[in-house]
């Protein structure tokens, strides 16, 4: 009985411990998360690109990959010249924590509106990110991709 009490007595803070630690990692991942969409919103695509690692994968809806951040630069500086980008609400995410990285996902409503045209275009789908610690203990979005919502 004594045994068992002193392993319960010991492991009790070390639960606690690892309880913080997690609890530290995923209020980390929402601040980078927040940040992310807040340039998104914003249209600032530089700030938007810090929240990436350089090598970050997107998966487009079709099954398409687009690999690193270079590419990101590229085809967000041609959205964001064509069309005025409207974040017409997005939800908090779900986190969700392993071992050795952290997925989100969140819904989002956003609007496209052409520059030219003035045609809008309402999008509605489901956003998910694969978040990796960076050795400077910051967090970064390994791969992304998302789904519409019909």
């Given at each position: 009985m ?11 803070p ?7 630690s ?6 980390a991942?929402?601040?980078a ?7 998104y ?29 270079e590419?990101?630069r590229?085809?967000?500086k041609?959205t ?21 990285h952290?997925?989100t ?9 052409n520059?030219?045209?003035?045609e ?10 694969i ?16 789904h519409?919502?019909?």
């Open positions: 004594k045994k068992t009490l002193l392993l319960f007595v010991l492991l009790i070390l639960s606690l411990l690892a309880q913080n997690m609890g530290k990692k995923r209020e991942v929402y601040q998360w927040s940040g992310l969409y807040q340039a919103a914003s249209e600032n695509l530089e700030k938007m690109l810090t929240y990436y690692q350089d090598d970050v994968i997107r998966m487009g809806t079709n099954g398409t990959i687009q690999k690193g951040k590419l990101f590229k085809n967000w041609k964001y010249a064509e069309n005025k980008v409207i974040m017409n609400q997005y939800s908090e995410p779900t986190i969700l924590p392993a071992s050795d952290i997925t996902y969140n819904t989002y409503d956003e609007t496209f509106i520059k030219e045209s003035g809008s275009e309402r999008i509605q789908g489901t956003w998910i990110a978040w990796k610690q960076q050795d400077d203990g910051s967090w970064k979005a390994r791969m992304t991709t998302w519409l919502h019909e």
